[in-house]
C-alpha cells in the first residue's frame, strides 16, 4: 500500500522557523523524485521544493528560495524520508504543505503520489 505520511506543520510566528517531514512507503521511492506543494485558502496549489531521485539535484520555487531547503533520506529500502526545512518564515507561507513523489518538475502533474498535506500558519 503506497502511503505518503507528511507532518510537522504547525501555528508560528513570523521570522520562525519549522520543518515538514513526509515518509514514502508502499513502492520503491528511491527511484522517484520527491517534492512539495502548498496550497494557501483561496488559491491554487503552487511548486514549493523538488529533489531528484540522487538527491544531487533540487529546484526551488522562487519565493522561498534561499529559504526552504529540500533534503531526502534514502538510507531505509523500505521508507524515504523527505524533509523541508523552512526559515525566516513569513505570513504569506501559512497554506497546507502536500508532499508528492513523481517525475522531477515543477509541474504538479509530473506526481503521481500524494501525501495528505499538513497544515502551517505564521502568524505576523
Known amino acids: 500500500q503506497v502511503q505518503l505520511v507528511d507532518s510537522g506543520g504547525g501555528l508560528v510566528q513570523a521570522g520562525d522557523s519549522l520543518s515538514l517531514s513526509c515518509a514514502a512507503s508502499?513502492?520503491?521511492?528511491?527511484?522517484?523524485?520527491m517534492a512539495w506543494f502548498r496550497q494557501a485558502p483561496g488559491k491554487e496549489r503552487e511548486f514549493v521544493a523538488a529533489?531528484?531521485?540522487?538527491?544531487?539535484?533540487?529546484?526551488?520555487?522562487d519565493s522561498v528560495k534561499n529559504r526552504f531547503t529540500i533534503s531526502r533520506d534514502d538510507a531505509k529500502n523500505t521508507v524515504v524520508l523527505v524533509y523541508l526545512q523552512m526559515n525566516s518564515l513569513k505570513p504569506e507561507d501559512t497554506a497546507v504543505y502536500y508532499c508528492?513523489?513523481?517525475?522531477?518538475?515543477?509541474?504538479?502533474?509530473?506526481?503521481?503520489?500524494w501525501g495528505r498535506g499538513t497544515r502551517v500558519t505564521v502568524s505576523s
Open positions: 508528492a513523489a513523481g517525475t522531477y518538475s515543477t509541474d504538479p502533474s509530473g506526481y503521481k503520489y
Open positions: 529533489i531528484d531521485w540522487s538527491g544531487n539535484n533540487s529546484v526551488y520555487a
Open positions: 508502499g513502492r520503491t521511492f528511491s527511484n522517484y523524485a
